[in-house]
């Protein structure tokens, strides 16, 4: 099994900047496409953000040109930097690791999840 610990989240005004990260606890990081998802309360769950094995990245229409993610795989370590933040960015966000990216090209999430940071923009 793979322990995905999550942290950064809090509360910022809009137009601010937020980092998220997710640590995960496998020896074998590099082999896991790693995915942030979101979720508001009432909500869909929405896929936010994507990094391969390699380090291609893809983005929601919704946060692209405002969201970064990145790899750290000597620290086993996701980051999600999150600028210009929105009202409708207002959500628990989810990383999630996914083996080779297996469940991912089946239209899934991966088989292991953080357990969750709310992160809230507002005035």
């Known amino acids: 099994q793979v322990q995905l610990v999550q942290s950064g989240g809090g509360s910022v005004q809009p137009g601010g900047s937020l980092t998220l990260s997710c640590a995960a606890s496998?020896?074998?990081?590099?082999?896991?496409?790693i995915y942030w998802y979101r979720q508001a309360p009432g909500k869909q769950r929405e896929l936010v953000a994507t990094?391969?094995?390699?380090?291609?990245?893809t983005f929601a229409d919704s946060v692209k040109g405002r969201f970064t993610i990145s790899r750290d795989n000597a620290k086993s370590t996701v980051y999600l930097q999150m600028n210009s933040l929105k009202p409708e960015d207002t959500a628990v966000y989810y990383c999630?690791?996914?083996?080779?990216?297996?469940?991912?090209?089946?239209?899934?999430?991966?088989?292991?999840w953080g357990q969750g940071t709310q992160v809230t923009v507002a005035s």
């Open positions: 990094i391969t094995s390699g380090g291609s990245t």
């Open positions: 999630n690791a996914d083996a080779y990216g297996t469940r991912y090209r089946a239209g899934n999430p991966g088989d292991y």
């Open positions: 496998t020896n074998s990081f590099g082999i896991y496409f």
